[in-house]
């Protein structure tokens, strides 16, 4: 998340959803990618995986949407609830 720009409200809502322990995965995580290239602090490498600090926008925009299609989390699938 910190890697696409997240912020500190958008990290909170993921502790919401996901529960206030998986805040030590999300530190070592982010630590580990850090020290593997080459980062110091969290300011060097926010927003590093953005669209907006991409080469090739277009691609991009490509791969998440075929991230949510792999995911079977598609806005477009029935949802059973409704």
């Not at 890697?3 to 322990?21: F, H, M, P």
């Not at 691609?59 to 299609?69: G, P, T």
Request: glycine share 8%; hydrophobic share 40%.
């Amino acid at each position: 998340m910190l890697l696409a720009g997240a912020d500190c409200v958008q990290v909170v809502s993921a502790l919401y959803k996901n529960g206030i322990e998986s805040i030590h995965t999300m530190v070592n995580d982010v630590e580990r990618w850090m020290g593997k290239h080459g980062y110091g602090v969290l300011d060097e490498c926010r927003g590093v995986l953005s669209k907006m600090r991409a080469k090739d926008p277009y691609s991009w925009e490509r791969a998440q949407y075929v991230d949510i299609l792999m995911r079977n989390e598609s806005p477009f699938l029935a949802r059973p609830d409704i």
